[in-house]
């Protein structure tokens, strides 16, 4: 179930860029799904090394107890999804009815943005590889987000990374939260979000304001830029907002904000590829 707030995020999203409905679609079936109370009770069953370092992520090499058969329905219904985004991802509707797929091995290989896993999914299933890696992290979202809310509590209130302290992902943007412009990073896949000094790049920690430069469209505003860094390329968008967003409006406002995205590779900067931090999160079935 979505909230109505999500919703009609999600509404303004496909009415306003309506070139973003396979996306918007993905989210929407990602977010419903991570409603199920079959991904909190996995999230439950999270079992954390005896020692734990703090500079990692909470979940690096946890190992969580999944249903292989909510997994395997799951991951196929967003194949079956993601093989309606146009002709490049034709190869998913084939993968989504294959006996090869193995849906616990495609997650965590997505948690961890193994490219070499992927690779050997996507050759096994006979899919895409660069389309199966796209899909295969929506596929990921209800997991992570169930680990985010049952663990999250648990992430030092220091916490003072640029990626996220849940799931190791970069962060999607950075909200100036309330009257005060607080900066929070805010992570799209789990929800994560924590605090980050001003004028300080996420990516590498580049803190000399010279080499830091606001990029805003034509016609937009302070209330709305993608912040660059010079001395690693990278980007991160800057919405300014009076609250939290929720988990599922994160992905939304990223969606929806593709015009700091242009203005960002114009000027060739780009967004770091993620995860920062592989979490060798080992997924077993129940």
């Known amino acids: 179930m979505t909230s109505a707030t999500t919703q009609r995020r999600l509404d303004k999203l496909l009415t306003e860029r309506p070139e973003t409905a396979p996306l918007a679609t993905l989210l929407e079936a990602a977010i419903r799904e991570g409603s199920e109370s079959a991904w909190t009770e996995a999230a439950r069953t999270a079992r954390f090394p005896v020692t734990r370092d703090p500079a990692n992520p909470i979940l690096t090499g946890a ?55 992927l690779v050997a999914q996507a050759e096994a299933l006979e899919a895409d590889p660069a389309v199966l890696a796209v899909v295969a992290a929506y596929a990921a979202w209800p997991l992570l987000r169930a680990l985010r809310r049952q663990w999250g509590a ?38 994560g979000d924590w605090s980050s000094p001003a004028f300080t790049c996420a990516f590498c920690g580049e803190t000399d304001h010279a080499k830091l430069v606001g990029l805003v469209p034509e016609g937009g505003g302070e209330a709305s830029r993608a912040d660059g860094c010079e001395s690693c390329r990278g980007y991160l968008k800057a919405l300014a907002t009076l609250k939290a967003w929720d988990a599922e409006e994160v992905a ?16 060739e900067f780009e967004r770091p590829p993620g995860p920062a931090v592989p979490l060798g999160l080992r997924l077993v079935p129940a």
């Open 63 to 117: 190992t969580v107890t999944v249903p292989a058969e909510v997994a395997d329905r799951w991951v196929r219904r967003v194949l079956a999804m993601g093989a309606k985004g146009g002709p490049a991802a034709a190869s998913l509707g084939p993968a989504a009815r294959s006996g090869a797929l193995d849906a616990l091995a495609l997650l965590a290989a997505a948690v961890d943005g193994d490219q070499a896993r």
């Open 154 to 191: 648990t992430v030092a209130p220091n916490w003072a990374e640029g990626f996220c302290p849940v799931c190791g992902d970069w962060p999607a943007l950075a909200e100036h939260r309330g009257l005060e412009r607080a900066r929070r990073l805010r992570c799209a896949r789990c929800g």
């Open 252 to 267: 939304l406002a990223d969606a929806g904000s593709l015009e700091l995205d242009w203005a960002a590779t114009e000027a």
